[in-house]
């Protein structure tokens, strides 16, 4: 059998139970660009410093091509002791090239490999899952745009509050996401931190150009501390902490949509392709995609502890409890990348039923305005806001709506009751007297689409 990467001082064999233990290649394979490109990099910085030959850095750079194109074709062959990608890689590379393959990682150790392939991997995954939130924010900017004509109540604890836009509940959702989008691209260049050249733990003996290896393969920055540039894992943890709070987002406009979309509220209708059915209830369909949404946020969350119980009390550098900070970053960049799709197909392909929403608009909803038009007639607004409780009341009483009090009722309950009164009770003045900045009055609507718009341009 063949010998391991590290096998020289070892004379007894590995536990076939701790073999499979110790194995990542089963999910670290999917770093394998990453692992390739990092030792093409590697392979030029040896060259500069005399280590390779310009001849062996050519020999080198085919193999681990070839070796590349082994993992895009699906024919990479994986063997028994291949225990991570680096090392599976290197096998293959020297069964490819010969003994020059075991030049490659003169003054390299997988600690700052595997730590600078994380950083690559996710770098990319990070551009990707940046373009589908802006995917998301755009359609529900669109939608916002389209729909400001449609007039509903604003809840607070579920219950009737306030006339609002649809719309502007909707932009309420897309300024989460927006502020998502901010904090992905300020962890970017956290990212983006070259570990390459550390060593194992103490640097790079051959004096390894960093600076060319950053710009090589795209880094910002260079680890400027070995140890920490091998121990760190933060760059994962910030991520999970942003998928985490992304989530919740999610999770919250998931809530508000799935609890419109009952035969109770009838606000909006999911498209078919994004619900399923009942294998007993023949009627039903449900908003299964809103579910999982709300449902997976779980899980990202539980990635995030996870990982940072694993680090928490490790000692300095590299320890191999590190290698679990691949499930969980995975396992979050898969889902919230799905997610963030679903979600943008499931809000671009909605019914909203503009109807529903404005036949949901009881006069109750005016009774702030209701007090607030005594304010303006110079009355202080805890008197007014009492006086409008009891016109709620009175009309309560007699089971009716405020505006059919009559106006002997209002000047009964304060004798600044008017005529004019019975302008409160239009939904759609309402909302456009709410015209100070975050408001839902068409002017302000305009005002948060293009601030939206323009962070997408970002
Ligand atoms: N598979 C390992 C990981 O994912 C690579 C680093 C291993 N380094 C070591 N010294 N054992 O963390």
């Not at 679990?324 to 997610?339: G, M, R, Y």
């Amino acid at each position: 059998t063949k010998q391991k990467l590290w096998g020289g001082r070892f004379t007894g064999k590995t536990d076939p139970l701790m073999h499979a233990f110790n194995q990542s290649l089963k999910y670290d394979q999917r770093m394998h660009d990453a692992d390739i490109r990092g030792s093409i990099a590697y392979a030029k910085a040896l060259t500069l410093v005399g280590i390779l030959t310009k001849e062996e850095e050519v020999k080198i750079t085919e193999g681990l091509l070839t070796v590349g194109e082994e993992w895009k074709a699906g024919t990479f062959k994986p063997e028994a002791d291949d225990e991570d990608i680096h090392t599976a890689n290197e096998r293959r590379l020297s069964e490819l090239i010969g003994p020059l393959g075991g030049k490659l990682h003169t003054g390299r150790s997988r600690n700052d490999q595997v730590a600078t392939d994380m950083r690559l991997w996710l770098l990319d995954e990070v551009a990707d899952i940046e373009s589908g939130l802006k995917g998301l924010i755009r359609v529900m900017v669109e939608r916002a745009d389209n729909e400001r004509d449609i007039l509903m109540p604003g809840y607070t604890h579920l219950q009737r509050g306030q006339p609002i836009r649809w719309s502007h509940l909707l932009l309420s959702h897309a300024f989460s996401f927006r502020n998502d989008l901010e904090r992905l691209q300020q962890l970017i260049p956290r990212v983006s931190v070259l570990p390459l050249g550390s060593g194992a733990l103490a640097g790079n003996p051959f004096g390894v150009d960093r600076e060319f290896l950053a710009r090589e393969l795209g880094f910002a920055s260079v680890a400027e501390n070995s140890m920490w540039g091998v121990g760190d894992r933060d760059f994962i943890v910030e991520f999970l902490m942003w998928s985490s709070l992304t989530m919740t987002h999610m999770s919250r406009l998931a809530e508000d949509l799935i609890i419109y979309s009952t035969a109770e509220f009838g606000f909006v209708t999911l498209s078919d392709a994004y619900s399923t059915g009942s294998s007993i209830m023949p009627q039903k369909k449900n908003p299964d995609s809103l579910e999982l949404l709300r449902g997976k946020s779980g899980r990202i969350f539980g990635n995030m502890a996870g990982f940072m119980m694993t680090l928490k009390g490790l000692p300095s550098t590299y320890n191999k409890d590190l290698q679990e900070d691949k499930e969980p970053l995975f396992d979050a960049v898969d889902h919230t990348s799905a997610s963030l799709k679903i979600a943008e197909g499931v809000i671009a392909t909605m019914e909203v039923h503009g109807d529903k929403m404005r036949a949901a608009l009881t006069m109750d909803v005016l009774a702030t305005d209701l007090a607030d038009y005594l304010v303006r007639k110079g009355i202080p607004f805890r008197e007014t806001h009492h006086i409008s409780g009891r016109a709620v009341a009175l009309a309560e009483s007699r089971k009716c709506q405020l505006d059919n009090l009559t106006l002997e009722d209002y000047q009964g309950l304060h004798e600044k009751f008017s005529e004019d009164v019975l302008q409160v009770f239009d939904f759609e003045a309402s909302v456009e007297r709410r015209t100070a900045i975050g408001g839902p009055s068409r002017k302000t609507l305009e005002r948060q689409i293009s601030v939206l718009r323009a962070a997408l341009a970002k």
